[in-house]
Antibody
């Protein structure tokens, strides 16, 4: 069965760095685009970043662009998120999620069909 | 980037029907997906595309899209359906994705 397991969360001071990892299993990792989504305490879901199946395309939310870097190692079924210059507002549970796509005659759909359990990042002095 | 707007909260009597809406310009180009999230848990995909449910999701969950509005309907709501529900889609820019503001569903 599909499994996504995040790790690497913790407490970091403002301006610090942290690297999150997501270990994938139960599917052909190299065939799927992947995302990171976060959720601040008591708040809604916020999309953070996307990486294509082969790593050639990467997109970032405006709130993290220039500070966060997504990467993947298809040989190790691993997804990573390097977070630099962390701010208090980056405090959240970070989820990795798999993307699936569906196509219809009138429009397409992009869905996050599997999610990890999340890892908590706390930015505080 | 685009926004997806949802009602903040709705309530439904046990066994009755409730509809949750999601409004945004990106829905004219892309179908929404819907996620259920219970406290302390990761989001769970419950509906996607035109009106498709992942394996294991009860058929009381259904969806529709008209113009810039997507809807999730729970027909015969059960106590276990009490949760936060989020819609999401790809953004019209093509290089961003967006989540709705979320709807808290209370089953009375």
């Amino acid at each position: 069965q599909v499994q996504l397991v995040e790790s690497g969360g913790g407490v970091v001071q403002p301006g610090g760095s942290l690297r999150l990892s997501c270990a994938a299993s139960g599917f052909t990792f190299s065939g799927y685009a992947m995302h990171w989504v976060r959720q601040a305490p008591g708040k809604g879901l916020e999309w953070v970043t996307f990486i294509s199946y082969d790593g050639t395309n990467k997109y970032y939310a405006d709130s993290v662009k220039g500070r966060f870097t997504i990467s993947r190692d298809n040989s190790k079924n691993a997804l990573s998120l390097q977070m630099n210059s962390l701010r208090a507002e980056d405090t959240a549970v970070y989820y990795c999620a798999r993307e699936d796509r569906v196509y219809y005659f009138d429009r397409s759909g992009y869905t996050f069909d599997y999610w990890g359990q999340g890892t908590l990042v706390t930015v505080s002095s | 980037s685009s926004e997806l707007t949802q009602d903040s909260a709705v309530s439904v009597a046990l066994g009755q029907t409730v509809r949750i809406t999601c409004q945004g310009d990106s829905l004219r180009s892309y179908y929404a997906s819907w996620y259920q999230q219970k406290p302390g848990q990761a989001p769970l995909l419950v509906l996607y595309g035109k009106n498709d449910r992942p394996s294991g999701i009860p058929d009381r969950f259904s969806g529709s899209t008209s113009g810039n509005t997507a809807s999730l309907t729970i027909t015969g709501a059960q106590a276990e359906d009490e949760a936060d529900y989020y819609c999401n889609s790809r953004d019209n820019s093509g290089d961003h994705y967006v989540f709705g503001t979320g709807t808290k569903v209370t089953v009375l």
